[in-house]
């Protein structure tokens, strides 16, 4: 066998290279410190903890959270199946803008813009143009820009002198609408709840419109109650405006929720690109698309829906890179995951899940409308959701009580009250997700009928007790 000697003279590295061989995370602090020293909580400690001490303290505090399957507040996707997470393990170091480095993944994200045209019925998916982003309040906001930019360009004689620009849209639209128009100085024509129409008026947003408004948003699943907003009477309101005043005002309907629910179970509803007047359509990966959270889809008609002036073309780590987003910088995980779901799942097997869900929002909402306390708003057969309130003879208490009564067992149901010409209503609204199976729903109602006895027996809602309860936006 051969014989090896030391090293030889002179090439042994310096103390200070091989102090930089090592990564500083391999060096444990001393254990016993670890023990007898807690670290601060708003400054940073001195020196290091080991991992184990690290990860205890991070673990044992997140313990206090909620349970996130059985948080019936959020449209937010809390199961994946374990496949999926390893894939997103595999890419959650890899950064989503750097498309020349990554180009595979740049790929996956290409072919879900692809899908999403073909499944919203886009007049040529090929040419169709669109990009993930974090999600959909992002993709909202791109979306409005670029009505934005469209609108200040057919107007460049009056704007930014004399014109305002205006975005009619319901008052049940996400906060994103009214941060955009905060932060793009544009103003909110919104139409108000009248009654049992908790969502957009078409006759009334088209009332809205005159030569300074930008576009109408239709929502295709109202966050206040799951309901589906008419998308194709809104287009026939502007299509009889521009005919009697030439004003041709594009339609940008927020699918956060609905557009990846519609496709799959309301088939004949024409919602999408098939209206000529719908320009863009938005979407969450991370609610019905049933990824975990971090992405969302913006897409457009035609490229001619998306100005071009928008679009940046940066020369980034050695390539061209067209782009458009609000941030730069984020993980590639999500997208694979949205297209790992795509491909797993195909067409039927969205329905199949989507199904399931509606057939548990459905059955669970009939089951609390017998028990007699309450009323429903809605009955979770368009979105997978449902809201209600109580029974106009329940005195005892209200649903804010019943909120508070349900956190004590584990379930997060919001409650909160409708917006103007609405303020009157306070609801429970129950967002029924994959993961949310029937006997879940079965424990929930089985936990709702052990508290209505206590509830009954109040002299008042505790509310009351307590001050007025606040809105809930989410």
């Given at each position: ?47 290091p ?23 019936l ?8 199946e ?7 393990s ?135 109650d ?8 809104l ?49 969450s ?25 928008l ?47 509606r ?19 809605t ?10 309130t ?24 919001p409650?909160?009250?409708?917006p ?55």
């Amino acid at each position: 066998m051969p014989l090896h000697k030391g090293s030889a003279h002179g090439t042994e590295p310096s103390d200070e290279m091989r102090r930089l061989a090592l990564n500083p995370f391999f060096g444990e602090a001393d254990p016993v410190t670890g023990m007898e020293l807690a670290p601060p909580r708003h400054r940073m400690p001195d020196g290091p903890l080991p991992p184990s001490t690290a990860y205890g303290l991070v673990h044992d505090e997140l313990m206090l959270d909620g349970n996130s399957r059985l948080n019936l507040a959020t449209f937010v996707t809390t199961w994946m199946e374990p496949q999926a997470g390893v894939l997103m393990s595999e890419c959650r170091d890899k950064n989503m803008i750097d498309k020349d480095e990554y180009p595979r993944t740049a790929e996956l994200e290409r072919r879900c813009v692809a899908m999403l045209a073909d499944l919203w019925n886009a007049p040529d998916p090929s040419a169709a143009v669109g990009c993930s982003t974090t999600g959909s309040s992002e993709a909202c906001m791109l979306a409005a820009l670029a009505l934005k930019r469209r609108w200040s360009k057919r107007n460049a004689d009056r704007y930014p002198a004399t014109a305002r620009p205006n975005l009619v849209m319901g008052i049940n639209v996400q906060v994103c609408w009214e941060k955009f128009c905060n932060f793009w100085e544009v103003e909110p024509r919104l139409v108000p709840m009248d009654g049992d129409r908790f969502h957009l008026d078409p006759q009334a947003a088209a009332g809205l419109c005159d030569e300074n408004t930008i576009g109408v948003v239709g929502v295709l699943g109202s966050t206040f109650d799951g309901s589906y907003e008419p998308i194709a009477e809104l287009c026939a309101a502007l299509d009889a405006l521009q005919e009697h005043t030439g004003l041709d005002i594009p339609v940008h309907v927020d699918g956060a929720s609905g557009a990846m629910v519609a496709p799959f179970l309301d088939e004949d509803l024409v919602w999408d690109f098939r209206q000529p007047r719908v320009a863009s359509i938005n979407t969450s990966g991370h609610k019905y698309g049933l990824v975990y959270p971090g992405v969302g889809w913006a897409l457009w008609r035609t490229p001619e829906d998306l100005p071009e002036e928008l679009v940046f073309r940066v020369n980034y780590l050695g390539g061209d890179m067209p782009t458009f987003a609000l941030n730069f910088s984020r993980p590639g995980a999500q997208v694979v995951a949205q297209y790992y779901t795509f491909l797993r799942l195909g067409r039927e097997g969205y329905r199949a899940v989507q199904q399931a869900s509606r057939d548990v929002a459905m059955g669970l909402a009939e089951r609390i409308e017998a028990l007699g306390d309450f009323k429903l708003l809605t009955r979770g057969d368009q979105l997978p959701v449902f809201a209600l309130t109580t029974a106009p003879d329940v005195t005892a208490y209200d649903v804010f009580d019943v909120s508070q009564r349900l956190r004590g067992r584990g379930w997060l149901v919001p409650a909160y009250t409708f917006p103007a010409n609405r303020e009157d209503l306070s609801v429970l609204r129950i967002v029924c997700r994959n993961g949310f199976s029937s006997d879940l729903a079965e424990l929930l109602l089985n936990d709702l009928k052990l508290l209505l006895p206590e509830l009954r027996a109040q002299s008042e809602p505790l509310s009351r007790r307590h001050g007025a309860a606040t809105s809930f936006h989410h």
